[in-house]
T-cell receptor
């Protein structure tokens, strides 16, 4: 099972771009990389998923280098409402995908 | 939109009680999961199910059991609640097993306090 490593916390200010990097050195060939966002007192919600290169949607961008040993979630021009915990998930376990969350990255956006 | 409904938002129980946490999804998803979340520890997987009447242990199954008699409903059971089971419990579902491309949909969570 590929393990992930993310910073425990990050601080930013409104209007800035925020990049959160996740390391997954043991990622397997078939693994996708999925990011979730969790606000206080709510369940996580899916925000973006990718396999290689770059993926962009209305919420974020996901950058994955060629070796796929890391990925970077990019949030453009953050606002106070982007304050949340962000989780990076990868991994298959014995051929079965078992979604395993780490501690995530707590992002605090300041005025 | 997928809806995952957890029966209670807040629950207070006494030590030794049998506790049922119910979760229902409305999108015919095959997979359902129970996690608990404690401050500083992220989400930890308790049990999951890929089909009706099927269950598999996650990372922390001790003290818990589950039941999936119908596809849409996945119940978490605390046979004899203890204070160390005070936690936020989150249920999730996903459509199919697609080799890591699954997207989880979560309920709002049940904050359980065991006194």
């Amino acid at each position: 099972l590929a393990k992930t490593t993310q910073p425990i916390s990050m601080d930013s200010y409104e209007g800035q771009e925020v990049n959160i990097t996740c390391s997954h050195n043991n990622i397997a060939t078939n693994d996708y990389i999925t990011w979730y966002q969790q606000f206080p007192s709510q369940g996580p919600r899916f925000i973006i998923q990718g396999y290689k290169t770059k993926v962009t949607n209305e919420v974020a961008s996901l950058f994955i280098p060629a070796d796929r040993k890391s990925s970077t979630l990019s949030l453009p021009r953050v606002s106070l409402s982007d304050t949340a915990v962000y989780y990076c998930l990868v991994g298959e376990k014995g051929g079965s995908y078992i979604p395993t969350f780490g501690r995530g990255t707590s992002l605090i956006v300041h005025p | 939109d997928v809806k995952v409904t957890q029966s209670s938002r807040y629950l207070v129980k006494r030590t030794g009680e049998k506790v049922f946490l119910e979760c229902v999804q409305d999108m015919d998803h095959e997979n359902m999961f129970w996690y608990r979340q404690d401050p500083g520890l992220g989400l930890r997987l308790i049990y999951f199910s890929y089909d009706v009447k099927m269950k598999e242990k996650g990372d922390i199954p001790e003290g818990y059991s589950v039941s999936r008699e119908k596809k849409e409903r996945f119940s978490l059971i605390l046979e004899s609640a203890s204070t160390n089971q005070t936690s936020m419990y989150l249920c999730a579902s996903s459509l199919t097993r697609t080799g890591g491309r699954e997207k989880l949909f979560f309920g709002s969570g049940t904050q359980l306090s065991v006194l």
